[in-house]
């Protein structure tokens, strides 16, 4: 395969590992401030709503990355992960290393879907208390 190619492989699947670490970590932070909002008053709830908003780009562009991503990744693994991890000895520490970062996505999947609820829940009850106040 040609250089450039091959580099560009490289930072794809450099990339890739970086969007899941973007996907997971903008949960935990979200998470965070869900607890926040949870246990605090109206200015931790819009704290909240607005960082749900900013990080949910993020998280989905992040998506977005890991599933485009995955494509070249996936048809070049044997060439670019698997024989150089094969050839330094290191294939269970490959394998190690797929495993976290499929659990990094699914775990941050699953916060997301956990934290929109809590997002819809602050802005029904948001909405409600807007509209007894007239």
Not at 63 to 73: A, H, K, S, T
Not at 78 to 85: C, G, R, S, V
């Amino acid at each position: 395969m040609n250089s450039n190619w091959s580099i560009l492989i490289i930072l794809n699947n450099y990339l890739h590992d970086v969007a899941t670490a973007v996907l997971l970590s903008s949960a935990v932070i979200l998470s965070v401030l869900g607890r926040q909002a949870k246990t605090g008053g109206e200015g931790e709830k819009r704290a909240f709503a607005r960082a749900y908003r900013t990080l949910t780009r993020f998280a989905a562009g992040a998506l977005v990355w890991i599933v485009l991503g995955g494509i070249p990744r996936t048809i070049f693994f044997t060439q670019f992960e698997f024989i150089p991890a094969d050839t330094k000895g290191i294939v269970a520490d490959l394998i190690i290393k797929h495993v976290l970062l499929v659990s990094a996505v699914v775990a941050g999947g699953v916060m997301w879907i956990r934290l929109g609820k809590l997002a819809r829940g602050f802005a029904a009850a948001d909405e409600t208390e807007r509209s007894i106040r007239g």
